[in-house]
């Protein structure tokens, strides 16, 4: 059955090659034997072939199940983004992670989003920290933006200015030094709001200087400069 499946894949023909594999399959059960790996790695290609996403993902589960290796549960969790299934796309790459196979920074990036998008940012940020220490992940402004941005989330507004003020400083980035002035005035920081709003000013407000003199204004009210806060609105 597997020989004339594996024809009948070469062919194209992958209605015919899956019903070889599924007699193959039976023929086995019924006789107390284990199917063998490459049986399933077989009917994975001909159903993806055939554009059956949910049958690919049931032979990848097999597959990840039986011989668990990284290129399944990472095949797996793509099949499950493309139908549309994050949470068990992120399921599955969450136990990739955990068995220390997500090593590649865009690996770790993809992972990091998804907890965000599934609304667990502090998981996030902990793929982030550990990537970057590990150097798995670059430290670099970008990178240091979506730390801040999962700690905010996560409503870890301390670290969140830490990571959002690195990345700020590595980037030159006006915009990036509204962020920071917004959370400093959030947490009533005033003092660092103005120094992080007169920054970003310097740098040309980012297309948003409207917003970092509001910023601006308000922590100097905070302060109780009432003339410097005047000028700033």
């Not at 007699?23 to 290609?45: D, F, H, I, T, V």
């Not at 001909?46 to 549960?73: H, I, M, N």
């Not at 965000?116 to 920290?129: F, K, S, Y």
């Amino acid at each position: 059955h597997i020989l004339l499946a594996q024809a009948r894949y070469q062919l194209g023909q992958y209605d015919a090659a899956l019903q070889g594999i599924g007699r193959a399959l039976a023929g086995a059960r019924s006789r107390g034997q284990q199917p063998r790996e490459n049986w399933y790695l077989l009917q994975r290609m001909a159903s993806f072939a055939k554009g059956d996403l949910a049958a690919t993902a049931a032979t990848l589960e097999v597959l990840a199940g039986r011989w668990p290796r990284k290129d399944y549960f990472v095949q797996l969790a793509g099949i499950f983004g493309e139908l549309g299934e994050p949470v068990r796309e992120l399921g599955t790459l969450e136990a990739a992670y955990r068995s220390g196979w997500l090593t590649a920074e865009r690996e770790l990036l993809n992972l990091a989003y998804l907890y965000i998008d599934n609304g667990t940012p502090m998981r996030a940020a902990h793929v982030l920290e550990r990537g970057m220490q590990q150097r798995q992940v670059e430290t670099n402004a970008r990178n240091l933006e979506l730390l801040g941005a999962a700690l905010r989330e996560a409503r870890e507004n301390g670290r969140a200015v830490e990571a959002l003020t690195r990345a700020a400083m590595l980037g030159s980035d006006a915009q990036a030094w509204l962020r920071v002035a917004s959370l400093e005035l959030e947490e009533n920081a005033n003092e660092e709001a103005v120094a992080a709003a007169h920054k970003a000013l310097d740098l040309g407000g980012g297309g948003r200087p409207d917003s970092v003199q509001i910023v601006l204004g308000v922590a100097l009210y905070n302060l109780g400069r009432y003339v410097d806060a005047r000028s700033a609105f």
